[in-house]
Structures are given as structure tokens and as C-alpha cells.
């Protein structure tokens, strides 16, 4: 009755299995039906079998659904980044069940990474266009800004903004990447400046100014939002439209156009689309 199946055809089914292991699996009588030692190390072995069926089902089914799985991305080296670093820290607080798994180089090496499907899921700085193999997902609308201690002795955190003019003889440490660009904007400024210090990394920058040892000049999307009781952070501001345009910038969420991506990775992609504040 509780199997839904005519005694006859049970009876067959227990005679088949015995059939098959060789053994005799229960001891019948008139009254009832008991386990021989052989059908118990069946009935221990079966149990077990079908709670792992369960686990793989419901691990399966959470992995298909994106609940869990594995996200790889590519990532530029331009780290902290508090817009960046909410959006995966979010992610994750929904999403506890999925791993991420990064690779922190180049714009120019992540789009390698993706064509060749190592990674799924890029957030990269692209001059101008977006390449026509790739969709942006999301951009992430930055700016350079100087950050530094309050007591610094050469920048006020009273200010809205900060001259690019006011940084003549200040030591500045920035990261490689915007190297080009903050050389061309002291140029067109015409400010003598000071680099202290130039790394592949955002982390050394923020080290040295964090010490005291030098201003850090960096994109924040935010700039408030890097700002602290020890630290301030203040967008660059220039009178020339062409420097001003220089002082912009963004990092777009990229994906191969017309790529099929996991489910984890989806689930990434479509929180990222519905987190446009963060």
C-alpha cells in the first residue's frame, strides 16, 4: 500500500534482488516479514545510497538555479575600490552558497582571459569603445581624486575639490595604470609636481597616504564614500575642458556578447544590473 504496487509484483522484485546479490534478504512467515543479516547490510547500504541521490539532487538543483557554483572574474588591480567592494560583498551576503574565484591583471590580459573562457565575468577600464566581442553589463561612472591625511601639510580637506594646480611640489603616489594620464594632466596644467611613487596596484598609493609620506591620486566613484575620520578624498578639479575630461573615468562589468554563462555567473551579471546605486 505504501509503495502503490500489487503484492505479486513486490514479491518479484524482493525474489530478483535476491537473485542478484545471492543471498536470501528476508525471512518469511505467515505473520510478517523479517531481515536477514544480509538484508540489513543491504537496507544500511541502501539508505546511505539514497541520501547521497537526495544531496546530489538538491546540490544540483541549487547549482542550476545559480545558488551555488563557482563565479570566475577578472579583475583590473585598481584595489580597494568601494564601489567594486560593495558589490561583491553584497553579492555574497545574498548568495552565501557560490565561490568566486579571481584573476587580478590587466584590462589587456582579462579580455584574453574571457575569449578564451578562463573567466566569465570581467571588471575592466575600456578606452573608449567597448570591443564589439564584449556586452557591458554595468559601468561604473569614476573620477581622479586625491586622497590623504587629515594633517597632511599640503592639501586642505576643507575644500570641495582640489585644483590640479595645487599639486605643483606635492609628492603624489599613483597607480601605473593612470600613470600616462596623470602625467598628461600635470603637462596641460603646467604643475611641476613630485611622484613619490608608482605601483601596478591602488594599495600603494593608499599606503603611503595613509602614512603621511605622500597624496594618493586615485578613481573613486564616490569620493565621500572614501573618506574616513583619519582620511579625506577629494575629486580633482581643472578650469580647461579638455583636462576635465581627462579627469574622468569608469570601469565597466563586461561579458562575452552571446556567451552562454553559468548560472552563478548570471546571478552575478543580473545583481549587478539591479545594484545601480551601489
Known amino acids: 500500500e505504501q509503495l502503490h504496487i500489487a503484492q505479486p509484483a513486490l514479491s518479484n522484485q524482493i525474489k530478483q534482488f535476491e537473485k542478484l546479490y545471492g543471498a536470501e534478504l528476508f525471512i518469511r512467515s505467515t505473520r510478517k516479514m523479517q531481515l536477514t543479516d544480509a538484508g540489513r547490510i543491504l537496507y544500511g547500504k541502501a539508505s546511505g545510497i539514497a541520501a547521497l541521490e537526495d544531496a546530489a539532487a538538491k546540490e544540483i538543483s541549487a547549482c542550476a538555479e545559480g545558488s551555488e557554483g563557482t563565479v570566475r572574474i577578472g579583475m583590473t588591480q585598481a584595489y580597494p575600490d568601494v564601489s567594486v567592494t560593495e558589490l561583491l560583498l553584497g553579492f555574497h551576503r545574498e548568495n552565501p552558497g557560490i565561490m568566486f ?11 584574453e582571459l574571457l575569449k578564451n573562457e578562463l573567466a566569465e565575468v570581467g571588471i575592466v577600464r575600456l578606452p573608449g569603445v ?8 554595468r559601468r561604473i561612472e569614476q573620477r581622479l581624486c586625491v586622497c590623504a591625511r587629515r ?7 576643507g575644500n570641495g575639490s582640489v585644483a590640479v594646480t595645487s599639486l605643483a611640489d606635492v609628492p603624489l603616489a ?18 611641476s609636481a613630485r611622484i ?18 605622500a597624496v594618493a591620486v586615485v578613481c573613486a566613484g564616490d569620493p565621500a564614500r572614501e573618506t574616513d575620520g583619519e582620511m579625506f ?5 581643472a578650469d580647461d575642458e579638455d583636462t576635465r575630461k581627462l579627469l574622468l573615468a569608469h570601469r565597466s562589468i563586461v561579458t562575452v556578447k552571446d556567451r552562454i554563462l553559468s548560472a552563478a555567473a548570471q546571478r ?5 544590473r539591479q545594484n545601480q546605486q551601489l
Open 233 to 237: 578624498c577629494l575629486p580633482l578639479s
Open 268 to 272: 552575478f551579471i543580473d545583481y549587478c
Open 130 to 137: 567597448t570591443p564589439p566581442f564584449l556586452t557591458e553589463q
Open 151 to 157: 594633517d597632511n601639510p599640503w592639501i586642505s580637506p
Open 196 to 213: 613619490f611613487s608608482v605601483s601596478t596596484s591602488r594599495m600603494n598609493p593608499m599606503m603611503w597616504a595613509r602614512d603621511g609620506s
Open 101 to 111: 574565484e579571481f584573476y587580478e591583471l590587466t584590462s589587456a590580459s582579462i579580455l
Open 174 to 191: 599613483i597607480s601605473r595604470g593612470f600613470a600616462p594620464t596623470v602625467s598628461e594632466i600635470l603637462q596641460r596644467e603646467d604643475v
